[in-house]
């Protein structure tokens, strides 16, 4: 069964229930098919707010982005007879976005986040709105969405223009493996480009659905990192006859934080440290291997509160004015600033990168001969005459130590770097979608050592059996290594690694193997 084909036996429903970081990644990857809930008692309360906005320009009410101009130009009256080709105006100035254009997943996820928040129903917008912008979902039609140009207030306004003009037909769309023109791809499914009612584009624009989209796929990816930097660190162990005590649950007791305990469990289990220690001559490992659920564990800890803090704002209204139709009230404020996502981003790529720098250190260990405990320099298993030849593992742990350094200096935290916009208007900023762009670079660099790291388990494990033929691995380490075995021939004589790292960091994002109760 293909993804598309599970998507349509699942389903979720945008306007019923509280949306998950979960939800969003199934969005994300087509593993669910997805709705606008369709009830008449729905349908009439987001009428109800559009409604009101009619009204309220009949009256000559005056409305933050309906009848007046944007940002610092709000004191400027619109003509009624032009009211109507502001929205328009909004979405084409905004169209300044540069940098890569965000992945499918990345932009289905978006998509997701944005139709959510105007499903709340206080964002004053129209029943067709969401219909277009649900139609662009199920069909798969994606804008092509430039990832820079956002300081996460007010929220993500110039990416999220590429959203507004793709539902009126304009700019282009990634469908069906080609960039298109927005208009045709409109057209393959019967669907009219819109014409946007007042409030609609500062709607679309005016929030924060692109990091907000970003850290759910950010947190999905970080939470497989946590647990595989984990086995890694099991294997690592054995790889370097390490002792597994140190994970001891007595020890972990007195000390109660709940993720370190439970990265302790893990080891634990995998290394089935409840046995008498084989190797008493070496109380103490190095901090690299001793500490690892310290590391770990503080982001384990804190993976809850972010994924809390990610949902609060990915099921929230939040763009400027709220449409209040059922009081009749239009609430100016500031829910567009995306100062939470900001700092979970911030937070996780600091610990992220901690992952990182860990993988870095327990690998100098294992290919430095002066402290592998028995294994040979760079791993090599080159041996006889042709062993001075070869050179193991030296230039992947170069590569390794190249990817950490990166990893570590994108820890700067993006939400310090507030700059004064849109001439004083937009004075403080979140810097929320620069945080979560950081975030996926460390994520990517980090799952690049990961990579590297499983070749250098495949390896070390290999070269430890050839000294201690006695080495048994509890069953779990024995089916990741035997699968391990399958994907890296051992290196024995130098050869490029590039194409079996990529191939690993596939596995990787793909989750393929399932670790501690993991799907």
């Known amino acids: ?30 593993e669910v098919g997805t709705r606008l809930r369709n ?58 976005g540069l940098g890569r254009f965000l992945e499918p997943e990345e932009t289905r996820a ?38 820079e140009g956002s300081v996460g207030a007010s929220g993500d306004l110039t990416p999220l223009s590429y959203v507004a003009a793709v539902l009126c037909g304009e700019r282009d769309v990634r469908h069906d493996g080609a960039v298109v023109a927005a208009d045709v791809a409109l057209a393959r499914y019967s669907l009219k480009p819109l014409q946007l009612r007042p409030k609609e584009g500062l709607a679309i624009m005016n929030g924060t659905a692109v990091m907000t989209a970003l850290a759910c796929l950010a947190w999905q990816r970080a939470d497989y990192l946590s647990r595989l ?64 659920p310290h590391v770990i ?90 062993a001075p030849l070869n050179h193991g593992l030296k230039a992947l742990q170069i590569s390794v130590s190249a990817w950490t350094a990166e990893a570590l200096k994108l820890t700067m935290p993006a939400s310090v770097f507030s700059r004064s916009t849109e001439c004083h208007n937009q004075d403080k900023v979140s810097m929320g979608t620069i945080a979560a762009r950081d975030c996926l670079r460390v994520l990517e660099l980090t799952e690049q050592v990961a990579a590297s790291l499983l070749v250098t388990a495949r390896q070390g494990i ?8 006695e080495l048994k691995m509890t069953p779990a380490l024995e089916a990741m290594y035997a699968d391990l075995e399958a994907r890296i021939p051992l290196i024995v004589e130098d050869r490029a690694l590039d194409r079996e790292l990529r191939a690993l960091l596939a596995a990787i994002r793909g ?8 799907p």
């Open 1 to 30: 069964m293909t993804s598309h084909d599970n998507a349509e036996s699942r389903s979720i429903t945008f306007g019923a229930d509280r949306l998950r970081v979960d939800d969003i990644v199934a969005i994300a990857r087509r």
């Open 39 to 96: 009830d008449p008692a729905f349908r009439a309360r987001i009428s109800r707010g559009a409604e009101f906005v009619d009204r309220l320009i009949a009256e000559d009410g005056v409305v933050y982005g309906v009848s007046t101009g944007y940002g610092d130009s709000c004191t400027v009256t619109i003509p009624p007879d032009l009211i109507a080709e502001l929205p328009q105006h909004l979405y084409t100035y905004h169209g300044c």
């Open 110 to 147: 978006v998509l997701a986040a944005r139709l959510l928040s105007l499903a709340q129903g206080v964002s004053g917008v129209s029943i067709g709105l969401l219909d277009q912008l649900a139609a662009l979902l199920q069909h798969d039609i994606l804008p092509m969405i430039p990832a």
């Open 229 to 292: 930097c984990a086995r890694l660190t099991a294997f690592n162990v054995l790889a370097s006859d390490g002792n597994a005590h140190h994970f001891d649950e007595v020890l972990f007791s007195v000390k109660p934080h709940p993720g370190q305990q439970r990265v302790a469990a893990r080891l634990r289990a995998d290394l089935a440290s409840d046995r008498p220690p084989r190797n008493e001559k070496r109380l103490q490992d190095r901090y690299s291997l001793r500490c690892a």
């Open 297 to 386: 564990g503080v982001l384990e800890d804190a993976m809850p509160w972010f994924k809390d803090t990610i949902e609060n704002e990915l099921n929230s209204a939040n763009d400027n004015p709220i449409i209040d139709a059922e009081q009749e009230m239009v609430l100016h404020g500031g829910h567009f600033y995306g100062g939470h996502i900001a700092f979970v981003m911030d937070s996780m790529k600091n610990l992220v990168a901690n992952l990182a720098d860990l993988m870095d250190r327990q690998m100098a260990l294992l290919v430095d001969a002066r402290y592998s405990h028995g294994l040979p320099a760079n791993l090599s298993a080159a041996s006889g005459e042709r």
């Open 462 to 469: 290999a070269l430890r059996r050839r000294a201690q033929p």
């Open 511 to 518: 989750e393929s193997w399932s670790l501690y109760g993991s």
